[in-house]
């Protein structure tokens, strides 16, 4: 963790420690749940990726929109999503945020600000660039976030949304979370520039990379960010460094990862570190922090609970939600 | 209607013009995008949106040409109230946005379990016998039909463009509404301002007694024509116009053919995997043993749409080919 002259205050940073380690043990339960074979789904977990959104939302309101994808279950939890009804959702339950008809890839939760949560490469940011646009038409000032991996930045999706949301000076706010991989390949393998962010510069746009595991670094990218676009200042592109620890999909034996690589990675998981700089720094006690993860144990074991005890969702819900008018 | 209305005569364009200026002018959520809709621009390709953006300001705004981005802007846009109407210029360019269109307008209302839902309309144009060639003039409405989630809309006339339009800016669910280039500047009976037409509901234009013509778009410029021919021959033909191609009104269709025992259904799109061979099939689960001869379908050949004239004609169906077909049902 640098050393930085704006670091927010010992709640917040708590805060943020309390998204990271609801995210890092809802993915443990989900990969062990699916182990014992409980569950079955794909799943493209996001353990590694923990600090970037969770030092985002915590500088959002349920009104500020948000827009993921596939690899996204951490960018709803950081949001808001109820975890509960994540779980419920992937277990096919009619009490699911989507009644068992999205899935992981396709979680949607209004009322924390989760609109789209897309399984197409690329798809969401035109959706992000659509959403900033209803609020700037509207006179409002939330801003509207959508999150995408490196291998996204080489699709038509982002250039296109880019370009648009520059134009229209959109308040909009592009997340790169540079997992150095875009399913099997390298990063510099399919990627014309260093830095996802050197692509901000022919859009118009100011561009960032930050070591996306270092809470306080994404804080402050973000914090620029937010309040440009809350301020009619338009949009802004960040690239945050990180990686993903399960590979693109659960299954995904990695042999594409160097091994030293991996390994390096995987010591620099940002949760344990984050948990060290703050009782290093006198912002939490050790027990405090005990007591943050026991609780949270405790919501994903009734989460779980929620989810299993529910009823299926009843088949006759295929005919539901395909038009507004039921055929 | 109204007398005075039934006395004026407009074409489509007009019709759509009104359709579109009266939206806007009823919900504030209503706006336009699209490439070159905006005043500064020319008002649209057809001039369908002229005088718009200088009434509504940034409500009617001109795109980059980048469908993809701004299909999706109206997806987003779409999901939290705002009704937008975009205009992709010709149907062949919804390929470089079917994934806004497929993945995306039409599943967001179940994917989210009803959560979210797209009320989008996106217009588009198209239709051979320009020499545009293989790019510029497909129907392509078999497409979405085969996508569940999404309404398509095709009008063959002002009235019915107006009253549609208006029906589909109302409509909780995308719509692709299909406007055809051969018979914008065709007049016809000025719509009633303020009206809507239902979705879902197609419209018996001649009543007969032999036969059941079926069309939509543009093959009603050429169905009425050849029906008229063959009474003089004796043959009545009744006419349906679909107006909405999916959903289906079957209720109309096999009313009809349950009484006249026999079905032909026109259009431009190619004849294979088609709205002919959807509507056929129905018609056949539903009437086999009352069906006095097999449903025939008219359109156009199976190849991409060719440039040069004599191909062109070649490509699309004849009126000749809509007698035979009607002929044949009779024999």
Redesign the interface.
Known sequence: MTARADVPDAKTLVAIFRKMTQIRLNDERFISLMKAGKMVMPYYSARGQEAIPSAISVQLTNDDYLVTIYRGIHDMIAKGVPPRLIWAELAGRSTGACKGKGGPMHITHPKSGCMVTTGVVGAGMPIGCGLALASQLRGETRVTVTNFGDGASNIGAFHESLNLASVWKLPVIFVCQNNRYAEHTAFAKGTSVEHVADRAKSYSMPGVTVDGNDPLAVFAAAKTAIERARSGGGPTLIEALTFRFNGHLIGDMGEYIPKAEYDAALAADPVPKYRQWLIDNGHAGGVELETLEAEIRAEVDEAVKFAFDSPLTDPSEIKLDVYAEVA | MNAQAKSTQVNTIQALNWALDDAMAADANV?IFGEEIADPEGGGIMKVSAGLSTKYG??V?S??I?E???????????????R?VIEIMLMNFVAVCM??IT??AAK??????????VPMVIRTMTGSGFQTGGQHADFLEAWFCHT??I?VVMPSNPADAYGLLRAAIE???PVIFVEHLASYWNPGVAPERGKSIPLGKANVVRAGKDVTLIGYSRSMMDIPVVAASLAKDGIDCEIIDLRTVS?LDMDTILTSVKKTGRAVVVHEAVRSFGVGAEISARIHESLFRELKAPVQRVASQDSPVPFAKQLEAAFMYSHADIEQAVRSTLR
């Open positions: 706006v940034t409500r705004r795109t980059p980048s993809m981005g701004f299909t999706g802007a109206a997806v987003g846009a779409a999901i939290v109230g705002i937008p994934d806004q993945n995306h967001l209302r179940f994917m989210s379990g009803g959560q979210t839902h569940p989630g309404k409509d909780d669910d959903p």
